[in-house]
């Protein structure tokens, strides 16, 4: 049985179609939101954050591919399983779906039991990579840095860094004890194409000591290495 309350977000024009796949899957347990058309199933898809898509190919306004190429560019919905539906019997436009990144396939006329099917298999599928998907964080001290998400928290309190700060950051923090010297640090936190000085540098650094050590007598999470550059302390 599925998990109950579990959302599916049924996307397609034809309203009987809707109905059919809707009544099959909620027979099933599943909480089942619609949508008749592109926009429409992106705004509910950024609302809802339903657990899989069943996706028409061919909608009035945005069609299926279009709206897989916009959920997979989505740091927030990347993850979430597709299954396209199509009336197209063409290998090609099959192909060019899962290139995109959908997770299924399904060529209509269909028997909605197999679209029950299908989508137990997905989500079994995708639920099962969820749960060797190590999150990446890393963390010093009372300081967690979400890589995915890219927010930094200091006794559970977010702290607003800008990029740059967020990279110095970071590459601190996968190297705790290492003395960078400015220009290793120029190189590995900001890249070759880097156009500020290490005096530029610096001032990144104050910014960024200020916002996650207030009290600067305090050097709880980087210190200065006179003659050479900088390092996170050591635990």
Request: net charge negative; no cysteine; proline share 5%.
């Amino acid at each position: 049985m599925p998990m109950t309350g579990q959302k599916i977000l049924v996307v397609d024009d034809d309203h009987d179609i809707v109905r059919l796949v809707r009544a099959y899957l909620e027979k099933s347990g599943y909480e089942v939101l619609v949508a008749y058309d592109g926009a429409s199933a992106l705004q509910v898809l950024r609302r809802d954050r339903p657990a899989l898509v069943v996706l028409d190919l061919m909608l009035p306004d945005r069609d299926g591919w279009d709206i897989t190429r916009s959920l997979r560019t989505d740091s927030q919905l990347a993850e979430t399983p597709i299954i396209m539906l199509t009336a197209r019997i063409d290998d090609a436009d099959k192909i060019v779906g899962l290139e995109l990144g959908a997770d299924d396939y399904i060529t209509k006329p269909f028997n909605p039991r197999e679209v029950v099917a299908r989508v137990r298999t997905v989500l079994r599928r995708a639920q099962g990579s969820l749960a060797i998907k190590q999150p990446r964080v890393l963390q010093h001290a009372n300081l967690l840095m979400d890589l995915d998400r890219r927010e930094v928290m200091i006794d559970g309190r977010p702290v607003e860094l800008t990029g740059t700060e967020f990279n110095l950051l970071k590459t601190l923090l996968e190297n705790p004890g290492y003395a960078f010297t400015r220009s290793e640090l120029i190189e590995q936190a900001l890249g070759y194409d880097y156009e500020g000085s290490e005096r530029t540098l610096d001032s990144h650094m104050r910014n960024l000591r200020h916002k996650i050590e207030p009290d600067s007598r305090e050097k709880n999470y980087i210190q200065t290495v006179y003659g050479i550059g900088y390092r996170l302390v050591g635990p």
